[in-house]
């Protein structure tokens, strides 16, 4: 099960924005999932080498309000970017993902 977060804007309790944070997309609380690693890499940030794994993801959803600048979060609570959606079937029975860990939503 994964759940799908968006990034939203947090207040106090006055009104005033303090923070960028994630919270959960209405309705992709709890979504069924297959998740296969697809291969590692590295990325090159700040002249440091990171680690990047990337994933297959498989949501068992016909159709879901998702973006690219969304992130999944897996029982685990391990956080993946979202890189690509689309139905590779065309049948509207799945959403098909590309997502990776150790990205920028980390």
């Keep these: 099960m994964v759940r799908i977060e968006r990034k939203s804007s947090i207040v106090d309790g006055y009104g005033n924005p303090i ?8 309705g992709l ?7 296969a690693a ?3 890499g590295e990325e090159v940030r700040s002249m440091r080498a990171s ?7 498989t ?3 016909p159709v879901a309000d998702i973006t690219i600048g969304d992130r999944m979060i897996d029982h685990n609570d ?7 959606i689309g139905d590779l079937e065309g049948r509207g029975r799945q959403i098909n ?4 860990r150790g990205g920028l939503n980390d």
């Design 19 to 26: 923070a960028d944070g994630w919270a959960v997309v209405p």
């Design 29 to 35: 609380e709890r979504i069924a999932a297959a998740i």
């Design 38 to 40: 697809q291969r590692g």
């Design 51 to 57: 680690g990047i794994d990337r994933f297959d993801v």
């Design 59 to 61: 949501l068992r959803i």
């Design 78 to 84: 391990a956080a993946y970017d979202i890189l690509w």
């Design 97 to 100: 993902v590309t997502a990776q």
